[in-house]
Each structure stands twice: as structure tokens, then as C-alpha cells.
């Protein structure tokens, strides 16, 4: 069976939405394990409160990026994106969301989600790759 043109534009054009929706559910998790390393309670608005500056950051990031041009990208966009959501969403938790961020806790921070938002990014690079020698 064989997909039509519009087909493969209508997923071509579905991923920058799915893979920031996904970077969003890394940046939950990272919220979540967080938490739970801390005992804190795993309920739904916690997790969320955790998670919003972060998550506000990354839609920042997205828009800042153009992460429907640049989904893909490791250098420049993905280490833009991570730096942008790393740094606005500790700015936005202390600023606005009355949180502290501890030394340690930025520190994390920052490495859990090079891992996480690059990971994903290397994953999509390697994926598409991939595909592309098969093709070929």
C-alpha cells in the first residue's frame, strides 16, 4: 500500500508539532523524577506547578527557534532551545512562580535536560538518517 503525496505532507508537516509535544512530556518527567527524588507528592498539580516554568520556557524556545523549521537541528537550534528553556524556565520558577533554584538544582536542571531535549533531538537526526540510507 502506497501513501499519496498529500499523505506524506500531511505527516511531514504533523511532526514539529509531535516532537515538541514530546520535548513537553520530557519536561513533565523531568518535573516528576525530580519530585519523586525529593518525595514529593507525584499528583497531577504538583507535577504541573513543577514543570510550568520549564514548560512556558520551552514554548518560548519553540518560538524563538522556529521549531517547525528546525525540529530537527542538534547545533544551532536544539542547544538554543535547551539554553532558552534551561535558563527562562529557572528565571520564570524564581520570578514568578515563587520557587527557589538552588545551585545544585540548576545544575541538574541543566544537565537532565541537555540529555532529555538533545536526546531526543539525536534520536530524530539518526532516525532520519536512517531512513534516508535505506532509501537510497
Known amino acids: 500500500m502506497t501513501m499519496s503525496h498529500t499523505g506524506q505532507r500531511n505527516r511531514s508537516t504533523a511532526w514539529p508539532w509531535i516532537t515538541l509535544g514530546i520535548d513537553a512530556v520530557l519536561v513533565i518527567a523531568f518535573a516528576a523524577l525530580g519530585r519523586r527524588s525529593h518525595d514529593s507528592s507525584l499528583d497531577l498539580a ?28 542538534i547545533w544551532p537550534a536544539g ?7 534551561v535558563l527562562g ?11 527557589t ?3 545544585a538544582f540548576q545544575l541538574v536542571a541543566a544537565g537532565t535536560l541537555l540529555v532529555l531535549l538533545l536526546g531526543r533531538r539525536l534520536v530524530t537526526v539518526l532516525r532520519r538518517r536512517s531512513r534516508t ?3 537510497s
Open 79 to 85: 542547544v538554543l532551545s535547551w539554553m532558552i528553556t
Open 46 to 73: 504538583g507535577v504541573l506547578g513543577t514543570a510550568a516554568p520549564f514548560l512556558i520556557a520551552l514554548l518560548v524556545a519553540a518560538a524563538v527557534t522556529r521549531h517547525w523549521n528546525t525540529w530537527h537541528q
Open 101 to 103: 533554584a538552588a545551585l
Open 89 to 99: 524556565g529557572l528565571l520564570l520558577r524564581v520570578s514568578l512562580f515563587d520557587q
Open 133 to 135: 540510507d535505506r532509501a
